[in-house]
């Protein structure tokens, strides 16, 4: 359902929510190795996303990407609505142009009320919340850390 662009731009965010702060800042390389992500899109969607104030980023020698209080406060659908658009969850998961609740699909009515549930969990909570939930080892980011049998926090 989500493209990659915003897989991958949430994949980061929640990483800098992770490790982190004004004065520990990342570059768009570590994170493109850490979450195995091609460099060039990733530098590009982290752009995107603190131009509109989603994360924050500082130029310079000790500059990179980082997420402030505020940002913390955020929710996913920030991230989503920045990448794509805010009605991600709107089309069908078939494909059909003409599907929706007057003019069901096969699976539309198996598939809509887990569409809103996710669409309502990323509205609700905020990104330091998804970050907490990993701090917690409920949730993971990378494949990385646990193919090197360790965790990525």
Known sequence: MLSNASQYAIRAVLFLANNSSATKKFGAKAIAEELEIPLHFIAKLLQQLAKAKVISSNKGPRGGFFTSETDLTNNVCAVLSEIESDNVFEPCFMGLPECG???????????????????????LQSIAEFSQEIKDGGTFLSLKGIRENKLIP
């Open 101 to 123: 609740d007057d003019n069901p699909c096969p699976v539309h009515h198996i598939v809509s009320p887990f569409k809103d549930a996710i669409l309502e969990k990323f509205k």
